[in-house]
């Protein structure tokens, strides 16, 4: 399994975690008893916490934070938990439900809406997939035998170790690893 396919494998793992780590604070929470509104919000708000280290450390390496991204990934946090909050009140006002179950429902919108979020804003734009695309690809132009860089020649022929490999064996010696493949994509 390369290390994409795991980190993947991770993310889908995030949702079902957190159902599991909620449930298990709600019971040592509350008890037997039915929790109260105040118990489900911190309840809430450490499950949040949960979803939002686990999330930053499973990306970490493959979020450039450039200032923008920060100060838009902060404001669609709070937009993300006013969506939670504005999903509570339509659950008791409009649908007459009780606080507490009221809380534990709107409050799932929160981590659905953040999650999604983080997704459409870290993700690279188009001028980062171009400068990525273009420092790998520059990476990749070295002699298979002894890895000297033959970025810009017009020959195959390696001026450090005297190596000719073929046009085929010469590019085939450039893909060889999958997971300098899955980059590409
Ligand atoms: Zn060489």
Redesign the pocket.
């Known amino acids: 399994m390369t290390r994409l396919v795991a980190r993947l494998l991770l993310a889908v793992m995030i949702f079902p975690t957190s159902i599991l780590f909620f449930f298990i604070l709600m019971v040592l929470v509350s008890g037997r008893g039915n929790p109260s509104l105040s118990e489900v919000v911190v309840v809430w708000a450490t499950t949040l916490t949960y979803i939002g280290l686990y999330w930053l450390w499973l990306w970490r390496n493959s979020i450039r934070w450039t200032m923008g991204r920060v100060v838009a990934t902060a404001g669609m946090s709070v937009g993300a938990i006013a969506l939670g909050l504005a999903a509570y009140l339509v659950l008791r006002k409009q649908a007459q439900i009780p606080e507490e179950p009221a809380a534990i429902l709107g409050g799932v919108v929160t981590p659905i809406a953040w999650v999604i979020g983080t997704i459409l804003l870290w993700r690279e734009n188009d001028r980062e997939r171009a400068a990525r695309l273009a420092k790998l690809s520059e990476a990749t132009v070295a002699?298979?035998?002894?890895?000297?860089n033959?970025t810009g020649l017009h020959d195959t022929r390696?001026?450090?170790?005297?190596?000719h490999p073929t046009l085929q064996e010469f590019i085939a010696s450039q893909h060889d690893s999958p997971d300098r493949e899955m980059a590409r994509t």
């Open positions: 002699c298979p035998l002894c890895g000297y033959m390696c001026p450090e170790c005297g190596h």
